[in-house]
């Protein structure tokens, strides 16, 4: 017993997944975590824009539509006719408004960021509940990292920008500090990731 205690112990002592290891997965876990509900967020504030234009649109549409029979009398009022007219114009600006700002296109663009930032954060996580016993058994954490990095990188590319008011309210959830995680709003900041995985390396024994 107190020779597998012994081997344990050892066999845990030389593990490659060192806490600093551990530690840089649970930051990277943190910003795909932040980078969630930063694109979930975008998402729902470009789906209540969509319903704040599309309500108004079709009551203005269907005013419109009802009003035209209005019009088919021999003696209309020419203030019904401006106002109709005028109704009329508003609605089919609005209509423009919401193809050209596609509020339904980009927040499903972001909801399917969202979904693939979260994904990669369960899969860290898991890694991380599993830890000391199952990642000893994977060997060198490099290649984990590394396959991480490549999908941070991935995701980022194929992800839409979210621009500066986009990250930081949902960054507030995180923020106490300058230091605390930052969501990946461009692929450069995914970039930065190897730098992070580099500096860690260097302060592994």
Same mark, same amino acid.
């Given at each position: 017993?107190? !020779?597998?205690?012994?081997?344990?112990?050892?066999?845990?002592?030389?593990?490659?997944? @060192?806490?600093?290891? !551990? =530690?840089?997965?649970?930051?990277?876990?943190?910003?795909?975590? &932040?980078? %969630?509900? %930063?694109?979930?967020?975008?998402?729902?504030?470009?789906?209540?824009? =969509?319903?704040? +234009?599309?309500?108004?649109?079709?009551?203005?549409?269907?005013?419109?539509?009802?009003?035209?029979?209005?019009?088919?009398?021999?003696?209309? =009022?020419?203030?019904?006719?401006?106002?109709?007219?005028?109704?009329?114009?508003? #609605?089919?600006?609005?209509?423009?408004?919401? @193809?050209?700002?596609? +509020?339904?296109?980009? #927040?499903?663009?972001?909801?399917?960021?969202?979904?693939?930032?979260?994904?990669?954060?369960?899969?860290?996580?898991?890694?991380? #509940?599993?830890?000391?016993?199952?990642?000893?058994?994977?060997?060198?954490?490099?290649?984990?990292?590394?396959?991480?990095?490549?999908?941070? &990188?991935?995701?980022?590319?194929?992800?839409?920008?979210?621009?500066?008011?986009?990250?930081?309210?949902?960054?507030?959830?995180?923020?106490?500090?300058?230091?605390?995680?930052?969501?990946?709003?461009?692929?450069?900041?995914?970039?930065?990731? @190897?730098?992070?995985?580099?500096?860690? #390396?260097?302060?592994?024994?």
């Amino acid at each position: 017993m107190n !020779v597998e205690s012994a081997e344990l112990r050892r066999t845990r002592r030389e593990s490659p997944w @060192t806490p600093e290891v !551990v =530690n840089l997965l649970r930051d990277w876990s943190a910003r795909a975590a &932040a980078s %969630a509900d %930063a694109h979930y967020a975008l998402c729902t504030r470009l789906s209540r824009s =969509n319903i704040r +234009f599309g309500v108004p649109v079709v009551v203005l549409t269907t005013f419109v539509g009802t009003s035209v029979f209005a019009t088919l009398q021999h003696h209309v =009022n020419t203030e019904l006719k401006i106002l109709i007219g005028m109704v009329s114009v508003l #609605a089919a600006v609005l209509a423009s408004l919401q @193809t050209f700002l596609r +509020f339904g296109e980009r #927040a499903e663009k972001h909801r399917t960021a969202a979904e693939a930032w979260a994904d990669l954060r369960r899969d860290m996580e898991e890694m991380i #509940a599993l830890h000391p016993t199952y990642p000893e058994s994977r060997g060198d954490p490099k290649k984990y990292l590394d396959e991480v990095r490549q999908r941070f &990188a991935q995701i980022a590319q194929q992800s839409p920008e979210m621009g500066e008011e986009g990250w930081w309210r949902p960054q507030r959830r995180y923020q106490a500090s300058e230091e605390e995680p930052r969501p990946i709003s461009s692929p450069s900041d995914a970039a930065d990731l @190897t730098q992070d995985q580099r500096r860690e #390396a260097g302060s592994s024994p």
